[in-house]
T-cell receptor, first 115, second 117 residues
Framework: EAQVTQNPRYLITVTGKKLTVTCSQN?????MSWYRQDPGLGLRQIYY???????DKGDVPEGYKVSRKEKRNFPLILESPSPNQTSLYFC??????????????FGPGTRLTVL | AQKVTQAQTEISVVEKEDVTLDCVYE???????LFWYKQPPSGELVFLIR??????QNEISGRYSWNFQKSTSSFNFTITASQVVDSAVYFC??????????????FGDGTTLTVKP
């Protein structure tokens, strides 16, 4: 089954404690991306990757790191989380070029609370 | 800089009515992708469509249709014969395609659609 998995789904942590949110896809997609969703601010892109070892900043990269060492995985790293990173996070993947109906897949979301 | 505007914050219709969600975008790129997504009350994000900027053909998928007009920088989404299950927040988004920022995405603020029985 084609899917994007994210873990954990829910996390409550404290300020400064490093954490990683994993994202994995099984469709051999080149493109992967991280978004955060906040009330009143909508969806904003954090980082994206066009392929292995190719990552770029989105609109809100501050406080986050990513890596793309393998095609299937695109972890989001918060080295020193702060309360303003409390948010709902989504990972997505798709083929880079394709028809208009090629599907983009989203993970189920990770709800992060930083105290 | 890219910008996506969904001027309709909330729309309420009665079941079986047709409804159109507007999306207007701004970009200096000549090649880009446009998207529509659905976020039902359960919270997941569902991809609906991706449209390449060089393909202005309208798209129909069941009760859903999309009208892409490059001349007015609009990519509107119509649901025909709406159903209660269509109640969701709908997002329009734009992504650069081939320049140095290829893959960078910008979302509209979303339109909350409520379909009443």
């Amino acid at each position: 089954e084609a899917q994007v998995t994210q873990n954990p789904r829910y996390l409550i942590t404290v300020t400064g404690k490093k954490l990683t949110v994993t994202c994995s896809q099984n469709m051999n997609h080149e493109y992967m991306s991280w978004y955060r969703q906040d009330p009143g601010l909508g969806l904003r892109q954090i980082y994206y990757s066009m392929n292995v070892e190719a990552t770029d900043k989105g609109d809100v990269p501050e406080g986050y790191k990513v890596s793309r060492k393998e095609k299937r995985n695109f972890p989001l790293i918060l080295e020193s989380p702060s309360p303003n990173q409390t948010s709902l996070y989504f990972c997505a993947s798709s083929f880079l070029a394709g028809t208009s109906t090629d599907t983009q897949y989203f993970g189920p979301g990770t709800r992060l609370t930083v105290l | 800089a890219q910008k996506v505007t969904q001027a309709q914050t909330e729309i309420s219709v009665v079941e079986k009515e047709d409804v159109t969600l507007d999306c207007v975008y701004e970009t200096r790129d000549t090649t880009y992708y446009l998207f529509w997504y659905k976020q039902p009350p359960s919270g997941e994000l569902v991809f609906l469509i991706r449209r390449n900027s060089f393909d202005e053909q309208n798209e129909i998928s069941g009760r859903y249709s999309w009208n892409f007009q490059k001349s007015t920088s609009s990519f509107n989404f119509t649901i025909t014969a709406s159903q209660v299950v269509d109640s969701a927040v709908y997002f329009c988004a734009l992504s650069e395609a081939y320049n140095t920022n290829a893959g960078k995405s910008t979302f509209g603020d979303g339109t909350t659609l409520t379909v009443k029985p």
